[in-house]
């Protein structure tokens, strides 16, 4: 198995600019999740989807952001406009089962995530 | 809201050298521990995990027991090596959602 794709590994854009991460899971994977890594606030959950249907995004930090999966294959993080504060690491994990209290957690397989810079 | 809190780093070690990092959270209901490793440009891999009290987690010579007494799950290991020089996240699974929060993450340098 590839294990999760994402897409571009790496991002260098303007202030203002729109940016699209994407992301494809592992196949039969049924949960998505998005988390950005900065070094003053280490590793947040943005939102996660399960069987395609977005579950929590309290995580996403302003209008600007938006996800969608249209399918189970794929999934995108949209930035709209983007601003410097927005440059981070995104990184894109599925699971393979359902979220829901302890004993049904199902490991997130991580994948090699997206260096965003905004000028 | 749960929790984690990990020892900051980074932690230096000569190789050969046993690691302690410390990890202890903050959670409702039974939520399970887990250690995820983070080498240099890659993403996440999880490393080893706990699903209840007193159980212990190992893989690679990396072990970490969840103590629910002490709200700990202190990660350990004997003998590191240069190869386990890389960044490591405490993390807990949510009782109602299953979804993880992170610690902030320990750098662990090992030099020969």
């Known amino acids: 198995d590839a294990g999760v794709i994402q897409s571009p590994r790496h991002e260098v854009t303007e202030m203002g600019q729109e940016v699209t991460l994407r992301c494809k899971p592992i196949?039969?994977?049924?949960?998505l999740f998005w988390y950005r890594q900065t070094m003053m606030r280490g590793l947040e959950l943005l939102i996660y989807f399960n069987n395609n249907v977005p579950i929590d995004d309290s995580g996403m930090p302003e209008d600007r952001f938006s996800a969608k999966m249209p399918n189970a294959s794929f999934s995108t993080l949209k930035i709209q406009p983007s601003e410097p504060r927005d440059s981070a690491v995104y990184f894109c994990?599925?699971?393979?089962?359902?979220?829901?209290?302890?004993?049904?957690?199902?490991?997130?397989?991580f994948g090699p995530g997206t260096r965003l810079t905004v000028l | 809201g749960d929790s984690v809190t990990q020892m900051e780093g980074p932690v230096t070690l000569s190789e050969e050298a046993f690691l302690t990092i410390n990890c202890t959270y903050t959670?409702?209901?039974?939520?399970?521990l887990f250690w995820y490793v983070q080498y240099p440009g890659e993403g996440l891999q999880l490393l080893l995990k706990?699903?209840?009290?007193?159980d212990k987690g190992s893989n690679k010579g990396f072990e970490a027991t969840y103590r629910k007494e002490t709200t700990s799950f202190h990660l350990e290991k004997g003998s590191v090596q240069v190869s386990d020089s890389a960044v490591y996240f405490c993390?807990?699974?949510?009782?109602?959602?299953?979804?993880?929060?992170f610690g902030k993450g320990t750098m662990l340098l090992v030099s020969p």
């Open positions: 959670a409702t209901g039974y939520p399970s």
């Open positions: 993390a807990l699974s949510a009782w109602r959602s299953g979804t993880l929060t």
């Open positions: 706990a699903t209840k009290a007193d």
């Open positions: 994990a599925s699971s393979g089962g359902t979220s829901g209290g302890a004993g049904s957690y199902n490991e997130q397989f």
């Open positions: 196949s039969g994977h049924n949960s």
